[in-house]
């Protein structure tokens, strides 16, 4: 589990992407390589200790049902679908998202601190203890969302509705709220900054 190894090209501290010995900035084809990828991940039920950081992926849905123990930070995903399939113990630290649905989706214990998330939905998702951490929404959805546990601490949200979820020992502290719903959500169970409540 988690067993990354260095790019091969000089002077590269990036981690090597699985089935290269290269980081994806440094592959020759990355075109081919993305496409080869999804080809392999098409004929699997499961992707496992996959490695793709400070990539660029786009427009297409991934093609298994679930990603275990595989690290994509500072990735870029835009136009992306990740509905129906289950993300646990996943690093998408540092990670851009744009136009991305993450909807009826089983993440657990998974890293999305310092992301950005732009225009992205999460309806009917189970997000459990899983680190939203100095992340920046702007333009989101949570309908009917089961958030037990897990953390927006310091995060700045913009246009985002957490509504009908459950938001039981939800950290919300120092977080920034602009336009931010909560409608029909058990927020009295959520934690805030002192005098922060919605």
Do not use: W
């Amino acid at each position: 589990m988690f067993s990354f190894k260095k790019c091969l090209h000089d002077d590269c501290q990036e981690y090597a992407v699985s089935g290269s010995k290269y980081c994806f900035n440094h592959i020759d084809d990355t075109e081919g390589f993305l496409k080869q990828t999804v080809s392999q991940l098409s004929d699997c039920e499961q992707m496992m200790n996959f490695k793709l950081c400070k990539g660029h992926i786009e427009n297409f849905h991934i093609p298994c049902k679930s990603i275990i123990t595989s690290k994509f930070s500072g990735t870029i995903f835009t136009n992306m679908n990740f509905d129906n399939i289950s993300i646990k113990l996943c690093f998408f630290d540092f990670c851009k998202f744009y136009n991305c649905s993450f909807a009826d989706t089983d993440i657990k214990y998974s890293v999305f601190a310092g992301s950005v998330f732009t225009d992205c939905v999460f309806n009917g998702s189970d997000i459990l203890h899983t680190n939203f951490n100095g992340a920046n929404f702007d333009i989101a959805d949570f309908k009917s969302c089961d958030l037990y546990y897990s953390c927006f601490v310091s995060t700045e949200m913009k246009n985002v509705n957490f509504n009908d979820c459950n938001l039981k020992k939800v950290n919300f502290i120092s977080s920034t709220r602009e336009n931010v719903s909560f409608k029909y959500s058990n927020s009295e169970e959520a934690e805030f900054s002192r005098g922060d409540n919605p």
